[in-house]
């Protein structure tokens, strides 16, 4: 992935690695955003959706088909200015994500309930080269579908007196679904519905909970997920439009939620951030070393950090640890 | 006693690779079939004697191969590997410096081939065996990621070690196919160049099918056996309950060591043989997608299975051939106007603002025919695993036990 529009002059090392510890946050964001979508995947129906990148490829796909190729909210009102254009064409297109995740659920998930996990898990992989391919084919060989700069071509926004960078747009728009998220998980009688679902699926539908519902639901939401971190991935300051790769980064979610934990909320958001920070600051700070490493070696970063990671913590920071029965 | 199938009088009869007389009837009949297509002598396969169907045919006894190294962690074990492009990989390049040839910017030592292909086996069985303590730690999903990971890692590795993969997006030669006890001696087998083996003329292709076929031959052999041995039958213990098989007294992570250190032993000597058979391969081809397709065989022809191995092997490797032969006759029905015209219109994109769901120029909406395969094995993968969990040996089962008990369908 592109590196990012540095926000301060880069004066000293104490002010460089602020810098990039910012930098490392805003990119963080991201995938805690994808990895957020991943959990509640797989915490209410206990499958681990290897489709997600595919998904989050193809929100962001349709959010910059909406702006781009067919200038859909632009061409009924003429004065509408890009950035606006380009919200609304997001929520449409994440709107239709939810609509392909509960599509996932229905046809391929829930004939397979109460088979193996590994089963479950090899279906979502044939389902991710199936939509993968065709967001391929609609990207045509250029490969490239670009926005341009939805907020504007500088690197900050005002409102008043208060300055938004725009690498914090992530940033803001993962703090706030994250409220969300826990609101719905933890205040609401959905969210109850899904924690039962989660814990015990048959006592669930014993106290009337429809678990088909709460399924469609978690599949609905973590798309939805996907495509808000799938969008953020291909805009800029963070990507220079939707490619193929696209898919890739949002496949770097994985290690986020093994780092956090498979099933844990809070773990998903630590592991994005953890990720997101090492990328950015292992990046930099071993950049005068890219001729050995290799180029685009910072996308390897996660990854590593898993692999390490795992020796010492199998089941991840905040995961529930398996107890196995003979 | 006689014609009885399921009656076994003893046990070793009971264990044999090919337990009854049928079975053996029809590996021999299957065996001296495929011994002949090179040939062309036999009606109705005349065809498969083209260079360009042999070459087909070569590629899926390879992957024969590479399946047969996933059945075994995957189907047998238990262990879902995304990893499998990986230790291909590692085979491939292995080879590429011990037998390819160098040049100012490529490793290359020019050793024959043989030494080549089973130093790639043995490399990739020994990363397989440093993997392996993950696979002990880490149970299940937590796994297929971390062999996810793998296939990024080596990727990397591939693109930028230049040396051995040549240029990123290109690529660098293998060592010449063919089989001398030295490099220097000449081929004692020749099977890169067209000539005559048994009074017979034979394409090149054809020389390299032979050879493939006694190799995957053996490989497959060997992996059936591998099922009732000691290790096969603690594989099948830790796949179906590893604590259960801890208790009995299996060694749950010498189990999972052996499984990854033979899994990726034949993934190494297929990638090997693919690269060197094919002679020019671009860093590029060890991608995700070749594992996938890896997934796709062994869950299409039968999880834990030789004969599923086989079967999803052709079935994924004949697959394009026959979608672009029906994608050939479909563009022939819109242009002769015949009946299925429409249908065929609706199917095949033929000028720029036409719908169809196959373009035949790569550009454009509309999915190519490389797109278009993908595409069926992701669905297949899907539809199999929900319908069909014991894929293409499922359905011959089900075949099977219909006509045995036939007319009594009880």
Sequence with gaps: ?326 | MRGRPLLYVDYEEEQSLFPTNVQKALVVVGALLALSIPFGWVPGMKFLAHPGWLQLLVIALIFMIGAAGLNIVTGMAGQVSLGHAFFMGVGAYTTAALSGNPTAALWGLELPMWLGVIAGGLVAAFLGVLIAPTAVRVRGLYLAIVTLGLVFIGQHIFRNWNQVSGIPELGRNWGPFELALWSADGPKIDLSNDGEWFGVFLPSEGKAFLFMLVVTTIFLLLAKNLARTRIGRSFAAIRDRDIAAEVMGVNESKAKTQAFAISSFYAGVAGALYATFLGFLPPEQWSLFLSVQFIAIVLIGGAGTVIGVVLGTLFVQLLPRVVENSTDFLSEQIANETLLAPVADLVIKTGAGDFGVLSLDAAGAGLSIFQANTVIYGLLIAVFLIFEPLGLYGIWLRVRNYWKGWPFTY
Aim: aromatic share 12%; proline share 4%.
């Design chain 1, 1 to 326: 992935m592109p590196q990012m529009v540095p926000l301060l002059a880069q004066a000293n090392s104490a002010e460089t690695f602020l810098t990039k510890l910012i930098d490392g946050l805003a990119l963080g964001s991201i995938y805690a955003i994808l990895a957020l979508g991943l959990v509640i995947i797989f915490k209410s129906t206990q499958v681990l959706s290897f489709a997600h990148g595919a998904v989050a490829a193809l929100g962001a796909y349709l959010a910059a088909y909406f702006v781009t190729v067919i200038n859909w909210p632009g061409r009924y009102f003429e004065s509408l200015p890009v950035t606006l254009s380009f919200i609304i064409s997001g929520f449409v297109a994440v709107a239709f994500a939810a609509l392909v995740g509960m599509l996932i659920e229905r046809i391929f998930i829930r004939p397979m309930i109460g088979q193996p996990l590994f089963s479950i898990a090899m279906i979502t992989i044939g389902i991710d080269i199936v939509v993968r391919t065709f967001v391929g084919d609609l990207l045509g060989q250029g490969g490239n579908l670009s926005v341009g700069s939805p907020w504007g071509i500088l690197s900050i926004s005002k409102f008043g007196e208060i300055v938004v960078p725009h690498v914090f747009i992530a940033a803001i728009v993962t703090v706030v679904v994250v409220v969300g998220v826990l609101i719905l998980f933890f205040r609401t009688r959905m969210g109850v519905a899904m924690r039962a679902t989660a814990f015990d699926q048959e006592a669930a539908m014993a106290q009337g909970i429809s678990a088909g519902r709460i399924f469609a639901l978690a599949w609905a939401l973590g798309a939805v997920l996907a495509a808000i971190g799938g969008i953020f991935a291909s805009i800029s300051p963070r990507g220079f439009g939707v490619t193929g790769g696209t898919a890739f980064f949002a496949l770097r979610a994985f290690p986020a939620i093994i780092i956090g934990g498979l099933d844990s909320i809070a773990g998903a958001v630590v592991g994005g951030f953890t990720i997101g920070i090492a990328e950015i600051m292992l990046g930099h700070y071993l950049a005068g070393a890219s001729g050995t490493l290799g180029l685009g070696f910072t996308g390897l970063i996660p990854y590593l950090l898993m692999m390490g990671f795992l020796l010492i913590r199998p089941y991840g920071l905040f995961g529930t640890e398996e107890i196995r029965r003979v």
